[in-house]
């Protein structure tokens, strides 16, 4: 069974632009939980969805944001680009919306420039 | 605020002995408890789980302790090998708040043979 995989891998943008990336969760789980990652604040929860819907978000500003298709394949977005937002982008899913294990994928290097 | 983190950043060991990664929880209404490892370059991977009406859990070469008395969270590693090198996470839920993750800051395990 494939993975959850993520793309674009790597991305490069200009402070003020808008990023989309995409994600794809392993075969057969409904939900989608999102992840910054830096150095310095480490591993962060962004939101999470399931049936399309967001069911969680974390403590970001509203300039992240996020869907969920039907198909369970889920996109953020992050507009107005600021240098502070250059990390790494982790997807991972889960069969549902409990406690189930969370399978991560290889994540989206953003660095805004 | 309630967070999770590790006592060491950093561990170092020689091929072959046994490793013990640290973790402690500050949030009661937490039930699972999950480590992940983190190779560079590549997004989390699940390593082993537990949930709080556990206190110790046993998969291949690694066993999780859990101590919700003093809250801390182990993960030991028998006959660690050069390819155990990596960042470890734990993390931790509740069951509230669904399948969003708490990550602490990470403990780098360094092999040397």
């Known amino acids: 069974k494939a993975g959850v995989t993520q793309t674009p891998r790597y991305l490069i943008k200009t402070r003020g632009q808008q990023v989309t990336l995409s994600c794809s969760p392993i075969?057969?789980?409904?939900?989608v939980s999102w992840y910054q990652q830096t150095p310095g604040q480490g591993l962060q929860f962004l939101f999470e969805?399931?049936?399309?819907?967001?069911?969680n978000k974390g403590n970001f500003p509203g300039r992240f944001s996020g869907r969920q298709f039907s198909n369970s394949r889920s996109e953020m977005n992050v507009s107005t680009l600021e240098l502070g937002d250059s990390a790494l982008y982790l997807c991972?899913?889960?069969?549902?919306?409990?406690?189930?294990?969370?399978?991560f994928g290889p994540g989206t290097r953003l660095l805004v420039l | 605020g309630e967070s999770v983190g590790l006592h060491l950043p950093t561990l170092s060991v020689q091929e072959g002995d046994n490793s013990i990664i640290n973790c402690a929880y500050s949030?009661?209404?937490?039930?699972?408890f999950i480590w992940y490892k983190q190779e560079s370059g590549k997004g989390p991977q699940f390593i082993i789980d537990?949930?709080?009406?556990?206190d110790k859990r046993q998969g291949q070469r690694v066993t999780v302790l859990l101590n919700k008395t003093v809250k801390h969270l182990s993960l030991q590693i028998a006959a660690t090998q050069p390819g155990d090198s990596a960042v470890y996470f734990c993390?931790?839920?509740?069951?509230?708040?669904?399948?969003?993750?708490?990550f602490g800051k990470g403990t780098t395990l360094s092999v040397s043979s």
């Open positions: 993390a931790e839920k509740e069951g509230q708040a669904g399948t969003a993750l708490i």
């Open positions: 949030n009661s209404a937490s039930d699972y």
């Open positions: 537990i949930r709080s009406n556990m």
């Open positions: 991972a899913s889960s069969l549902g919306f409990s406690r189930e294990t969370q399978y």
């Open positions: 075969s057969g789980h409904r939900s």
């Open positions: 969805y399931f049936s399309e819907t967001q069911r």
